[in-house]
């Protein structure tokens, strides 16, 4: 037997009972609310800020009294944010099977633009700050940690009051194409140095063509700092 309630919240709870008479000991139902509700807090991360809506389950329920432990799960095997239907079932000769719709929103502290950027402007610690934000309606990626954005650059305009996503920033461009830099070679206590131009635009630890101005040879060099860039063989 199926059948659909429509309750508090909008929340729905679809029931699946085996047919069967009701004769004997009911179910109880705030048992089967408890169980619930131990379920989602025990699979939430602690320490956590959470918001939880939850169907609550109609307390005019008549189900068979469950012999064994009720076995509460998801299909996915995990509480998210967001909605997640959280299922209670009973094993035994007169099982049956209930769901009930739970809402979760998870707070984080977020970094936010306090002021608009424009694509390779440097940002800077004093252009953000820590607001909490309900994640399950942000894009994957967001930023939480200053090390993470302080001093890197924007990919692109970016107004303010915006969360910042890993997607809007890189790395810091140390070296820029037609740029004359140094060019340090060796190995190991062995160390030359020439001058060379930039093919490219380039990051820190990032690989770039640099043009040997003495041997007018193109090589491979590594950035490793602000007009400096390296080949060790």
Known sequence: MATAMKIKNLSVILLLVCETALAGPMQSVPLIQDAVNQYVNSSLAP???????????????????????????????????GRNTVGVRCHGEKGWT???????????????????????????????SAESRDIGLLQQ?????????????????????????????TELTLVKRGERVNIQSGKAGVL???????????????????????????IQATVVDSGQVSVYF
Request: charged fraction near 20%; aromatic fraction near 4%; hydrophobic fraction near 35%.
């Open 47 to 81: 320490g956590g800020k959470y918001e939880i809506g939850g169907a609550q389950i109609d307390p005019r329920l008549q189900l068979p009294q469950c012999e064994q432990p009720l076995q509460v799960f998801t299909q996915s095997g995990e509480i998210k944010p």
């Open 98 to 128: 209930i769901y009930s719709m739970v809402s979760v929103r998870s707070f984080k502290n977020v970094l936010v633009l306090n002021r608009s950027l424009q694509r390779s402007d440097v940002i800077r610690t004093e252009y953000l």
């Open 141 to 169: 990626g967001y930023l939480t940690e200053l090390d993470d954005v302080v001093d890197k650059q924007s990919v692109r305009n970016i107004p303010a009051g915006s969360v910042l996503n890993k997607l809007h920033v």
């Open 192 to 218: 030359i140095s020439a001058v060379g131009t930039a093919m490219a635009d380039g990051a820190k630890g990032q690989k770039i063509n640099v043009k040997n101005l003495s041997s007018q040879r193109v």
